[in-house]
């Protein structure tokens, strides 16, 4: 007889996450705190009612892929235009910090020789704490809506920047360790990948200019940029070794500025993804882990490298912000958008794994990092994106 | 390293259905006969591009769900108080002579004696036949707009009270082999599963009435009712032995009289559908087969049984629906209606073959069924579902 548990698992994952997030957002909390509690809480690390499945694992990939093809749609491109040299420089010196920062951690803790091996495992766990995942901080940022202003296209520019630059520095990394893998290697794909883009971004562009003109609004187009999202996604991964994630916000890139589609395209992904696929998304982050397996030494460490996952970001990308010229205030709303570390962050460290560049034993301490920075990132935000009387006075006079 | 290769498949699927979908209804065809035909195109039996996951299983899952729930929400409950004894005669008709039907095609290929056992394979041949998949056509009667007219509801009706006798002739059968499963048994489940659905049924739509009193049309609302459907779909399977479909429409029949909120829900239930879960669907019924290992005994077998399956259904329903008053073109309409055999008659068979009671070469002619009774029920209610001039003008009459 088949199986029928995963309806219930899906039903109980969108009551849960739907009720929390209704909580959280009557106590003047981002929903999506309380869709990642109701996650901890069904998995293994509370109730145990629900745990991982292929199944859930590809719906939150398809639930990450669409938070990101919106947030390309979203992008205000003129904008991007102003902020990208900023969003580079806050991207690299927050790779920078972090990657120091973790990796001065484990020597604290672990390191009794300065053996290769035991740097390279150092700077592994420095690694992990380098990518941001930008998707949470985009739903709150899009809750709040202040997703496409100054503020908020630096931190996705940035974001999917870092992105990049962690895939170059994982390469670099892995291949000290894998004769497959080199960093030129690395660096010729990435190359690739933009000129893929470039080439594709033209010609969809131009396709669905025309579809527009000819067809209007009509349903083909939703579900043909979902796919074409879809596709960009699959070959990010697939042909370039970008995260699938990035190809998801390029396609969202290249089609934001047909006006009119725009709009209408993320309307219709957004209920797709409201219904289903973001509910199952934000719970799988907190099903993916079993928090029970930590001892005292390995909690210490866990702490230790939270804390610098956190104020590495914050610091490095405030800094990089900083040199860009934006003002304190601002400087601080951006190294909070940065500070969340997502399934990235859990990729990145499942390669170290597999590739003997980090302990099994370190796992939970990368797992705690990616759930505590994923809870805390919308709360900071909540905090810091609060317009300041200045600022509420500036917009008054502008409007007035 | 991850695969990535289900989203190129959900891609490939969303992109072919609609292009597919596009062309038939671009020759006046319905678009399910398109995306059906896409799925084959994709599937073993041709390109062999897509194979059938667990993902894919799981996702047309709900999408099954999804379209049954909304053509409860669709019900016009005044009519199917009107249409309900009709519909329920309709269906037994329309069980009884497709059960005959198929036990004589298999007496007819391949009964060379008459001893017990021969008997009961036969008769099993005739259960595949007797059920009903309705999701086929409730789509095609929705792009019609037929959906909720007298002849809808009736079908509707009809193939619901069928999937219910199906289950217990199933049960029946079952029993005469498996000493678990008797037919008193399954009565008893199935009245079960009615006083729970009307105790359900009474505080659920309690809720919902108050909620939309209280909040108004929330995002929330539609979240929970789908979770309600999942549920409902659920513990008809877990706890009663009905299949999920039939809790799901009756989840939509419990919410379908609060009139605001269910065009609200059924509004982003479908986009949530017609984005993703219904492509799914519709792609895996072609995928689900490969039809290349046939033998020419076994074809005309096939044939037989499809010429019967697509008969009997008509004169079985058309009959029931003539005792019950229909003109001869709603009889023809309602017998067209029912003449889909889709996932339901692939379990029932699978059924069979765990319990001795079908061969494993006479499971493609199963398919070839569903898959030729799901392609030509679209096509025969374009053709019959036409009004006639008389109809036409009794409707401008109407509405002058």
């Keep these: 007889m088949e199986n029928y548990n995963f309806l219930l698992v899906i039903a109980l994952i969108l009551l849960s996450t739907k009720t929390f997030g209704l909580l959280s957002s009557h106590v003047h909390m981002p929903q999506v705190v309380g869709a990642l509690l109701a996650g901890i809480i069904l998995g293994p690390s509370c109730l145990g009612w629900v745990e991982e499945t292929d199944f859930l694992v590809k719906a939150s990939e398809i639930g990450v892929i669409m938070l990101m093809f919106m947030a390309g749609l979203d992008t205000d491109l003129s904008e991007l235009k102003k902020t990208g040299l900023a969003s580079f420089i806050i991207a690299v010196i927050g790779v920078i910090v972090p990657l120091i920062g973790g990796t001065a951690v484990y020597f604290l803790f672990f390191a009794e020789t300065m053996d290769f091996q035991t740097i390279l ?48 520095v994982l390469s670099f990394m892995s291949s000290f360790s894998d004769p497959a893998a080199s960093p030129a290697k690395a660096g010729l794909q990435i190359l690739a990948f933009f000129i893929f883009l470039a080439v594709v971004g033209l010609v969809i562009h131009y396709v669905f200019q025309k579809m527009e003109e000819v067809v209007g609004q009509k349903r083909r187009i939703a579900i ?51 219904m ?17 397996g930590l001892t005292m030494e390995y909690i210490w460490f866990a702490l230790a490298l939270l804390a610098v996952a956190i104020l590495s970001k914050i610091i490095g990308c405030g800094l990089g912000a900083k040199i860009c010229g934006f003002t304190s205030r601002d400087c601080l709303r951006i190294g909070a958008g940065m500070v969340s570390r997502g399934e990235v962050a859990l990729i990145v460290a499942q390669k170290g794994l597999s590739a003997g560049l980090i302990a099994a034993t ?31 006075a500036a917009e008054q006079k502008q409007t007035a």
């Design 362 to 392: 370190e796992i939970p301490a990368v797992v705690l990092v990616v759930i505590a920075t994923t809870l805390i990132t919308p709360l900071l935000l909540s905090i810091v994106m609060k317009d300041s009387p200045a600022e509420l």
């Design 224 to 274: 043909y940029a979902l796919a074409f999202a879809l596709l960009l996604s699959y070959a990010a991964e697939t042909f370039f070794g970008v995260a699938d994630l990035t190809g998801a916000y390029f396609a969202g890139l290249i089609l934001c500025n047909i006006a009119n589609l725009r709009q209408y395209i993320g309307k219709k992904v957004n209920v797709a993804s409201y």
């Design 276 to 292: 289903m696929f973001s509910p199952l998304f934000f719970a799988s982050v907190g099903i993916k882990t079993d928090l029970s």
């Design 121 to 168: 495992h150092g700077l592994f766990v420095g690694v992990v704490l380098t990518a941001t995942s930008v998707s949470i901080t985009v739903e709150t940022l899009r809750e709040m809506g202040k997703l496409s202003g100054k503020v908020g296209t630096a931190i996705v520019g940035a974001a999917v920047i870092d992105d990049i630059l962690g895939i170059i």
